[in-house]
């Protein structure tokens, strides 16, 4: 047993290092292979300093199988310039780089990059030839507005190539810059990838990585039918597709039959797509353009639900501002039992009658999305209490108007009688507005009644006041609660 003497008190202790009873002395390679697999990448770098076995286990690349720049890292770039984010982006590659050449090697199969430049990109394609999952997104598929890394840039490039053997990508179409807010609306400098761009360089470099089967495109700008019936009738596997804050063609133009464009959007994807198990149509409600607000217009989706019902692999739909009746949405929910994921943003159909749907036919649904979508009420909110599977809840419903107060709203006593209830509940996410200190401090009493006794369940709130900033509540529309993580304030 080694033994060290302490230069304070003069006594002898065991190192647990050399220490034969130390349980992690115990561990066999492979146990901490799949441990060290887990930590983020400051903790390995932290845990490969603590002695030589751990170090040699770490420097093992296929402990770096996958590399998550993202997990770990401090998201808001402290930059207060713009020769400042400049700064910090190229600091921020370099790392990526080097970590990169040092540690990972053809056994890299997944990497979520938050900055890149071709030498990453080079490096990436021709040195990690099983690599499987590339994504310019974090891995929940949330991008912070403070980050800059716009990989469009890149695609003109002659030496520019994504790696043709990948199964999932997820590209990022623009970097939000010096968002601020003043009394009437959110201000935003955009910089978007340009139409002819995306056409011309992006969808044929997409295109020829043909094992292609989950695809997702973040905020891209003017997406147009012709263009997604490029894209999937070019990749016939894909199976798994996410179109997220995006914007139609029609958006330009002030187009109002946008609802159309989307029916069509919709029914191309549908049609192209016959193993199609996962879908997400997430539009950008608000987008800044000439000073100016646009806001699309609801569509029907009541056919594509009829659609999907021979699917019987389809298990994961999320939809914006969308309509169905109640016959067709039962008539999907009992043909596919197993769905696990369930997206409403906006959807102004969401009744009682939609919620006992669910809470019905939907025994195996794991996450909820009810992002202001309604009417629903307390009634509706009940059936889903004591659901046997759900393990993710998001309750968002806007603050009514004043000529809508007739209008029945969820109680917060409902709220957390249904959480309460779900035997398997891990994440909660609620949005609650501060109109009167009474409403807040009985959502508080319940909001901890709720941590005691299940400690466990991720808890994220966030509370809006009627005398903010107007924009705030806007801003959050056809936003992905499950991606947001929300703290009072």
Excluded at 160 to 168: G, R, V, Y
Excluded at 356 to 375: M, V, Y
Aim: hydrophobic residues 35%; glycine residues 2%; contains cysteine.
């Amino acid at each position: 047993m080694g033994q060290v003497k302490s230069r304070r008190s003069g006594l002898t202790k065991s190192t647990p290092n050399d220490d034969p009873a130390c349980i992690i002395n115990i561990l066999i390679d492979d146990v901490l292979f799949k441990i060290f697999s887990l930590l983020t990448i400051s903790e390995k770098l932290t845990a490969s300093r603590t002695c030589k076995r751990w170090h040699s286990l770490i420097k093992d690349p296929h402990v770096w199988q996958t590399v998550d720049f993202w997990n770990g890292y401090n998201l808001d770039s402290p930059y207060q310039s713009e020769q400042d984010e400049a700064k910090y982006i190229k600091q921020l590659t370099n790392t990526t780089m080097r970590i990169l050449q040092s540690y990972t090697d053809s056994s890299l199969r997944v990497v979520y990059l938050r900055a890149s430049n071709r030498a990453v990109m080079r490096y990436l394609t021709k040195k990690c030839p099983n690599l499987q999952t590339l994504s310019f997104l974090s891995p929940d598929q949330h991008t912070p507005y403070s980050c800059n890394k716009d990989i469009i840039k890149y695609f003109p490039k002659i030496d520019f190539a994504l790696p043709l053997q990948l199964e999932k990508l997820q590209l990022s179409f623009v970097a939000n810059r010096n968002c601020t807010y003043d009394d009437d609306y959110p201000t935003r400098e955009l910089r978007m990838v340009s139409i002819r761009q995306f056409r011309d360089t992006v969808i044929p470099r997409i295109l020829q990585c043909q094992n292609l089967r989950h695809l997702t495109l973040y905020k891209c700008n003017e997406i147009s039918p012709e263009d997604v019936e490029i894209l999937t009738s070019g990749l016939p596997k894909l199976q798994e597709l996410c179109l997220l804050y995006f914007t139609t063609s029609s958006f330009a133009t002030r187009d109002h039959a946008q609802p159309a464009v989307l029916e069509e959007i919709l029914r191309i994807i549908v049609d192209n797509l016959p193993d199609l198990t996962s879908l997400h149509i997430i539009t950008a409600k608000y987008y800044m353009l000439n000073e100016l607000t646009y806001v699309a217009g609801a569509y029907s989706i009541d056919n594509i639900l009829q659609e999907l019902c021979n699917r019987h692999k389809f298990t994961d739909l999320h939809v914006t501002e969308a309509l169905f009746n109640p016959v067709s949405f039962a008539t999907m929910t009992q043909a596919l039992p197993n769905m696990t994921e369930l997206g409403l943003y906006d959807c102004n159909c969401v009744t009682d009658e939609i919620m006992k749907i669910i809470a019905r036919d939907l025994s195996n649904l794991e996450i909820l999305l009810l992002n202001d979508s309604g009417p629903y009420t307390d009634i509706g909110l009940k059936a889903l209490q004591y659901h046997p599977s759900l393990q993710s809840l998001t309750i968002f419903k806007e603050r009514r108007q004043p000529r809508h107060s007739d209008r029945q709203i969820l109680s917060t006593e409902v709220i957390f009688e249904t959480l309460m209830s779900l035997p398997k509940l891990k994440e909660a996410k609620l949005l609650k507005w501060g109109c009167r200190v009474t409403h807040d401090i009985i959502f508080q009493r319940y909001l901890n009644e709720l941590r005691a006794i299940k400690p466990h369940v991720r808890i994220c709130t966030q509370q809006y006041r009627y005398h903010g900033p107007v924009s705030c509540g806007n801003s959050l529309h056809g936003e992905d609660m499950r991606k947001q993580t929300f703290f009072p304030y």
